[in-house]
């Protein structure tokens, strides 16, 4: 079993920035890849960012590029969503997730742990 657990999450407003951590503890690997997602009210889980199990790629979907970056510390079993130029729209639980594989995918299918979730909210 894996064990994820968000945090950073709060209220800011638009135009501003927040870091999200997820740390990672139980049996984990270094050999997968890690995720985050988020939810909106009413609307369904979509993919946000991923990074692979080296570090060296990551994957982003078209709404955060460029804005947010994903990175993760080996060392620390953390995973971090750096969130710049955040706009009304990015409001949702942001969840942190451990993929099945070594490289990260846009599906929720591909991902086989999750954390419980950290609350952003940005202001307008």
């Known amino acids: 079993q894996v064990q994820l657990v968000e945090s950073g999450g709060g209220l800011v407003q638009a135009g501003g920035s927040l870091r999200l951590s997820c740390t990672a503890s139980g049996r984990t690997s270094s050999n997968n890849a890690m995720g985050w997602f988020r939810q909106a009210p009413g609307k369904e889980r979509e993919f946000v960012a991923g990074i692979s199990w080296r570090g060296d790629s990551a994957l982003y979907a078209d709404s955060v590029k460029g804005r947010f970056t994903i990175s993760r510390e080996y060392a620390k079993s953390t995973v971090a969503l750096q969130m710049d130029s955040l706009k009304p729209e990015d409001t949702a639980v942001y969840y942190c997730?451990?993929?099945?594989?070594?490289?990260?995918?846009?599906?929720?299918?591909?991902?086989?742990?999750w954390g419980p979730g950290t609350q952003v909210t940005v202001s307008s």
């Open positions: 997730a451990a993929g099945l594989g070594p490289y990260p995918g846009p599906l929720m299918s591909g991902y086989r742990y």
